[in-house]
């Protein structure tokens, strides 16, 4: 063998260590990675297993607590505040348990009350509006509502509608003391009443009835009506308000839709 083929074999065999020493080391490199990322996944397992136990260990402290103090255990619950931390897992903390109480029983009140409100209105808009379009039922649903915004009447929707009722006269919408109670709202009728209601009582759309805080059907020609001002005819149903201290002074009774 000539010494020039001996300078290249000595060449190829360098090159075919070369290569396998870099194949080698990124074997090295990818088993490296798969170590590490196998490590972190069971470190993360591991830190959820803390966790849940955790949670689950705070849960039977609920429930502990629940049957000494007899505080129901929701609010228990939501004065505990927890927080995820990268390093320490799950970090529990605490609200002072009175304060918690005294908010939520506050805003279940609110619940509870806005809940009575929108029966009320919707039972308004049911009984007395119910075979109208929907302009019709919103008109009746805003009466109710201009009313509860006026000196003159109760501040709450339920104190409006069933303003007099306890007595056979004398009561503001006719359907509370005229025995239509004694027939429960179902069906369409009332699933569209509560719509209306809640959308009525949410602010959407304009006061179709112009501020209107009194009404009465086309069949009738009542004597109050001389003293208000008529504003709207919608439906079946036509429209007033108070004259505004202009109009008593100009002797203005009707503005008949203008």
Same mark, same amino acid.
């Given at each position: 063998?000539?010494?020039?083929?001996? &300078?290249?074999?000595?060449?190829?065999?360098?090159? *075919?260590?070369? !290569?396998? $020493?870099?194949?080698?080391?990124?074997?090295?490199?990818?088993?490296?990675?798969? !170590?590490?990322?196998?490590?972190?996944?069971?470190? &993360?397992? @591991?830190?959820?297993?803390?966790?849940?136990?955790?949670?689950?260990?705070?849960?039977?402290?609920?429930?502990?607590?629940?049957?000494?103090?007899?505080?129901?255990?929701?609010?228990?619950?939501?004065?505990?505040?927890?927080?995820?931390?990268?390093?320490?897992?799950?970090?529990?903390? $605490?609200?002072?348990?009175?304060?918690?109480?005294?908010?939520?029983?506050?805003?279940?009140?609110?619940?509870?009350?806005?809940?009575?409100?929108?029966?009320?209105?919707?039972?308004?808009?049911?009984?007395?509006?119910?075979?109208?379009?929907?302009?019709?039922?919103?008109?009746?649903?805003? !009466?109710?509502?201009?009313?509860?915004?006026?000196?003159?009447?109760?501040? $709450?929707? +339920?104190?409006?509608?069933?303003?007099?009722?306890?007595?056979?006269?004398? +009561? *503001?919408?006719?359907?509370? +003391?005229?025995?239509?109670?004694?027939?429960?709202?179902?069906?369409?009728?009332?699933?569209?009443? @509560?719509?209306?209601?809640?959308?009525? &009582? &949410?602010?959407?759309?304009?006061?179709?009835?112009?501020?209107?805080?009194?009404?009465?059907?086309?069949? @009738?020609?009542?004597?109050?009506?001389?003293?208000?001002?008529? $504003?709207?005819?919608?439906?079946?149903?036509?429209?007033?308000?108070?004259?505004?201290?202009?109009?008593?002074?100009?002797?203005?009774?009707?503005?008949?839709?203008?």
């Amino acid at each position: 063998m000539s010494a020039v083929e001996r &300078m290249d074999l000595d060449t190829a065999r360098s090159q *075919q260590k070369q !290569v396998a $020493t870099a194949f080698h080391l990124l074997a090295t490199i990818l088993l490296g990675i798969a !170590v590490i990322s196998a490590l972190h996944f069971a470190s &993360m397992r @591991v830190r959820a297993q803390d966790e849940n136990l955790e949670t689950i260990a705070l849960a039977q402290r609920i429930l502990d607590q629940e049957a000494t103090t007899g505080i129901p255990g929701y609010i228990q619950l939501a004065s505990q505040q927890l927080s995820a931390n990268g390093e320490t897992g799950l970090t529990v903390g $605490t609200r002072p348990l009175n304060d918690l109480y005294a908010e939520t029983s506050a805003l279940f009140d609110g619940i509870s009350r806005r809940s009575s409100e929108l029966d009320c209105l919707a039972e308004a808009v049911y009984y007395e509006a119910r075979s109208e379009p929907r302009v019709g039922q919103m008109a009746v649903a805003q !009466v109710v509502l201009n009313r509860v915004d006026s000196r003159h009447w109760p501040n $709450t929707i +339920c104190g409006v509608v069933y303003q007099g009722s306890e007595r056979r006269t004398g +009561c *503001q919408f006719t359907f509370t +003391c005229d025995g239509s109670l004694e027939r429960a709202p179902y069906g369409r009728g009332w699933r569209n009443a @509560v719509e209306v209601a809640g959308l009525a &009582m &949410m602010g959407f759309g304009e006061d179709v009835t112009r501020t209107a805080t009194h009404y009465h059907t086309v069949a @009738v020609d009542p004597i109050w009506n001389d003293s208000l001002i008529r $504003t709207r005819h919608i439906g079946t149903h036509i429209f007033y308000r108070f004259p505004n201290w202009r109009e008593r002074r100009a002797g203005v009774l009707r503005d008949r839709d203008a």
